[in-house]
């Protein structure tokens, strides 16, 4: 199937599997748990890793998950970051950016082949999205330009339209739903050539139309459970991923379903 051996997927909530649960109920799978499945099924010897901790901004995936994905010298890599960074008021682009790009280097200097992604646009869900979409707009293109730059696989996610489907996100509207994340599993199969389940990228049928009272409502409900936490994880610097280890620390055989 793929010419891959071994996997190590880097990041933070996106990679680490939220809001896609295991069939077994411990914690989450995620599209990089997918992906790690399709390559492992026909190759006995596959090793993969999962490094992505929920919360992680930019400089500490750069300094705690790139240098041990290194040292495990896969031949795929997958490098999602700087979402948690474009949600802070200290947002430098310039400097992200350029930090972005030697981490990129880094990487693709061990000669392993590297998945990168464009986000999706969450941009109308989410508060603050007049600030947030220039910001992703800019880093988007930069993901582009890099990837191009070092030949990475850049999986766009900016351009799949059914991104706007609010059933491939769960209930706090930042993270996938398991629909979401096959989604997601689809699109890096098919970049890197290898065949995946075609119900994968079968779109789910759109929500019902809410009324306004009930918008109103759903609204206030995702603001008490969700946006408030979030703020109040903001206003005393702690993180979602505080007390969360990698899943998959070390590079292994996939001995799990999936």
């Known amino acids: 199937m793929g010419q891959w051996a071994s996997f190590v997927a880097v990041g933070d909530s996106f990679t680490e599997g939220l809001d896609d649960p295991r069939p077994d109920g411990k914690g989450y799978r995620g599209w990089a748990d997918l992906v790690a499945g399709v390559l492992a099924a026909d190759q006995p010897d596959f090793k993969y890793a999962n490094l992505a901790v ?71 869900r989410m508060p603050g999205g007049k600030m947030l979409r220039p ?36 209930i706090d509207r930042l993270h996938l739903s398991p629909s979401g994340h096959r989604r997601v599993a689809a ?24 009324s306004w009272v009930s918008r109103k409502a759903a609204d206030a409900m995702w603001a008490t459970h969700h946006l408030a936490p979030w703020v109040k994880r903001r206003l005393t610097g702690k993180s979602s991923g505080d007390m969360v280890t990698a899943k998959r620390p070390e590079l292994g055989p996939l001995t799990d379903s999936l």
């Open 135 to 170: 910001r992703v707009d800019l880093f988007n293109n930069a993901i582009e330009s890099v990837g191009q730059k070092y030949g990475a696989h850049v999986v766009s996610l900016w351009d799949d339209p059914e991104f706007a489907n609010p059933r491939l996100w769960g």
């Open 54 to 124: 929920r919360g992680r901004l930019f400089d500490n995936i750069a300094a705690e998950q790139v240098p041990l994905a290194i040292a495990m010298k896969p031949d795929l890599i997958s490098f999602a970051g700087g979402g948690n960074d474009a949600l802070r008021r200290n947002w430098e682009h310039d400097a992200l950016i350029d930090r972005f790009d030697r981490t990129i280097s880094k990487l693709r200097a061990t000669g392993a082949d590297l998945v990168m992604f464009r986000w999706a646009d969450m941009t109308g």
């Open 187 to 210: 699109h890096v199969l098919t970049k890197l050539g290898v065949a995946c389940d075609p119900d994968w990228l079968a779109a789910p049928a759109p929500p019902e139309e809410l």
